[in-house]
C-alpha cells in the first residue's frame, strides 16, 4: 500500500514498532549482488543522480520515504554539496508506528528479505474515476495479496520506472537459483496485509489540475509475516540460512482512526490523473507530506519549472551532467523526465530555492557515450571522459571493454577485470586470510563486468529527450544480475557470508 504518510521524515520512528515484532535471532539474509535489493518504494529522489558523481552503490538505495532532495542531505561532487530543502519536524508517536506499519510489507519483500520481490502484473491498471476510487484500489490489491497490484496501480510513470525493473529483477532471481521457479507472483506467500474499514474526508484536497489529496479518516491495518513461507530455493537458504529461516509469525495491527484523532490530522494520499484516469501516486504523497510536515504551502504556478529536453539521449545526459557541475539546479530540474518526475517540476521551486548548491571546480572538455536501446528509452554509459579540475590538473578517463583507463597529469592507470579481482583477493587474504576460489574468481569477474556497463537511463517525452533518475537506479540490480551465469549468484551470497 503506497504509505500515506512519509517514513523519510518518521526516520526516527518509535524503535517499540514493527522492528521489535521480527523474532531477535532472525537477521535478514544479505541480497544478491553488492548489498541491499530495492523494494517497493525504494526510489531515489531528486539529489541522488545515479550515475556522475556520486555513484549511489548498490544497496544505497534510499528507502521509501527517504527522498534526498526532501530531507536527506546527499554530496553530488566533491565541491558541490546538496543540502535538504526541507526539514520538518518529528512526528507524533502514533503516526510514526502508522508508517512503520505501512511500510512493513517493504521490510519483507524488498528491503529485509530482499530476494523476495512480490511483484505481479495482474493488475488490470487502469486507472479510476475518481481519486478515492484510485486508493481505494490499492487496497483491494493489498487484500489479496497482490503486492505487485499496488505497483500495477501507480501513475503510469511511476509504475514503469518501478514495476517493470522489479518483474525484471524476479526473473533473475528464478535465472540465479535464489527464487524457486514455480514462485507464484500473484498470490504473495509469507506475507499478509488486510486494511479494512478505511474512511475517507468528505473532501479532496486540490494540488492542481492533475493532482489531488484524499485524507484518510479512520480503519485498521494489519500485518502477518512468516519468512518461513517465502518462495526460497532450497541451495539459496543453505547458503544463506544453513539453520533455516523462522517459522514464527510476525503479527502487528494498528488503528488509523486512533493515530488520526492523537495527531489532529488525516493521513494524506495523493493521486495523480493521467490521461483522463487517476492513479495513486507514491511521489506527489511524498511530496506533499513534505511540504506540509515542513509548514510551507502547496505549490503555486509560479513554483513550476517546466519541462525543458534535449535533442538525443546524449545531449540530455551531458547537459544534466553539465547544469549539475555548474551549480545550475533548475536546468538540472528541466532535463527531468516530466512522465516519471512530474513532482518536481510541479514542486519546482519548492525544491530549487532550498537547494544550497554550488558550483564545482570542473570543467568537461569532452564527453562521449556508448548507447544501449532499452524498453521506452536509452541507456547512456560514459565512454570517454576529458575534464579540468580547480587546481589545474587534467583528467583522462576512458571505459575500453572491461578495462577503465584513467590519466592524471600524465600519469596512466589501467585497471581491467581481472586486476580488480585480484585486488579483492588480497584485501580478503590481509583481513581473514581468505583465497579465492575458481568458482568465486569467475562470479566477481562478472560483477564487475556489469559495473562497466551502468549507466544513466534517458527516455522521449513530446519529441525531446529526458534523463530518468529513479528508472536508472531500479534498473541497477537488473543489469548487474543479468551478467551473472550458473551459480555466480550463489556464490557470491555464499563469499558474502563466509567472509
Known amino acids: ?120 502484473a495482474s493488475s488490470s491498471s487502469g486507472g479510476a474515476a475518481s481519486p478515492r476510487k484510485a486508493i481505494e484500489s490499492i487496497v483491494s490489491d493489498l487484500n489479496n495479496d497482490d503486492l505487485v497490484g499496488v505497483l500495477d496501480d501507480l501513475a503510469p510513470g511511476e509504475r514503469k520506472a518501478i514495476a517493470q525493473p522489479f518483474l525484471d529483477t524476479v526473473d533473475e532471481l528464478k535465472r540465479g537459483n535464489v527464487l524457486r521457479s514455480d514462485t507464484n507472483l500473484n498470490k504473495v506467500g509469507g506475507v499478509d496485509i488486510t486494511a479494512g474499514g478505511l474512511t475517507f474526508a468528505d473532501k479532496t484536497i486540490t494540488i492542481n489540475d492533475h493532482v489531488q489529496i484524499v485524507q484518510l479518516t479512520g480503519g485498521t491495518l494489519h500485518l502477518r509475516a512468516n ?12 547458503t544463506v540460512a544453513p539453520n533455516g529461516l523462522p517459522s514464527n509469525n510476525v503479527s502487528e495491527s494498528l488503528d488509523i482512526g486512533s493515530v488520526v484523532r492523537e495527531t489532529g490530522k488525516p493521513v494524506r494520499i495523493a493521486a495523480q490523473k493521467v ?35 534535449a535533442s538525443s539521449a546524449d545531449a540530455a545526459v551531458r547537459s544534466f551532467v553539465e547544469a549539475l ?40 572538455k569532452n564527453l562521449t557515450f556508448s548507447d544501449t536501446p532499452i524498453k521506452g528509452g536509452t541507456r547512456v554509459t560514459l565512454k570517454d571522459l576529458d575534464l579540468t579540475t580547480s587546481d589545474g590538473n587534467e583528467v583522462h578517463l576512458t571505459i575500453d571493454g572491461t578495462c577503465l583507463s584513467v590519466t592524471v597529469g600524465g600519469d596512466q592507470k589501467k585497471i581491467c577485470v581481472s586486476e580488480g579481482v585480484d585486488q579483492i583477493e588480497r584485501l580478503l587474504g590481509d583481513t581473514g586470510g581468505k583465497q579465492l576460489t575458481a568458482e568465486e574468481r569467475t562470479a566477481l569477474e562478472h560483477v564487475l563486468t556489469s559495473i562497466t556497463k551502468v549507466g544513466i537511463d534517458a527516455s522521449q517525452t513530446s519529441g525531446s529527450w529526458y534523463v530518468n533518475p529513479i528508472r536508472s537506479y531500479s534498473e541497477l540490480t537488473t543489469s548487474v544480475l543479468s551478467t551473472l551465469q550458473g551459480r555466480d549468484l550463489l556464490v557470491l551470497l555464499g563469499l558474502v557470508a563466509g567472509s
Open 1 to 120: 500500500m503506497s504509505t500515506p504518510s512519509n517514513p523519510g521524515w518518521d526516520e526516527q520512528q518509535d524503535p517499540g514498532t514493527w522492528p521489535q515484532g521480527q523474532p531477535p535471532a532472525w537477521t535478514p539474509p544479505p541480497a544478491p549482488g553488492y548489498g541491499q535489493q530495492p523494494g517497493y518504494g525504494q526510489q531515489p529522489g531528486y539529489g541522488q543522480q545515479p550515475g556522475y558523481g556520486q555513484q549511489p552503490g548498490y544497496g544505497q538505495q534510499p528507502g521509501y520515504g527517504q527522498q534526498p532532495g526532501y530531507g536527506q542531505a546527499q554530496q553530488w561532487y566533491p565541491q558541490g554539496e546538496y543540502r535538504a530543502p526541507l526539514a520538518p519536524p518529528r512526528p507524533p508517536k502514533g503516526r510514526g508506528k502508522l508508517i512503520a506499519m505501512s511500510a512493513a510489507a517493504v521490510v519483507l519483500a524488498g528491503g529485509g528479505v530482499v530476494t523476495y520481490v512480490a511483484v505481479s
Open 227 to 238: 519468512a518461513s513461507q517465502l518462495p526460497f530455493t532450497s541451495d539459496f537458504l543453505k
Open 275 to 309: 490521461g483522463g484516469k487517476w492513479y495513486p501516486s507514491l511521489l506527489y504523497s511524498i511530496a506533499d507530506n513534505a511540504t506540509t510536515a515542513s509548514g510551507l504551502s502547496a505549490p503555486s504556478a509560479s513554483d513550476r519549472i517546466p519541462a525543458v529536453g
Open 325 to 364: 557541475l555548474a551549480g545550475q539546479v533548475q536546468r538540472a530540474a528541466q532535463l527531468l523526465s516530466p512522465d516519471e518526475l512530474g513532482v518536481i517540476h510541479d514542486y519546482g521551486k519548492l525544491i530549487t530555492d532550498r537547494a544550497h548548491y554550488s558550483a564545482v571546480g570542473v570543467t568537461i
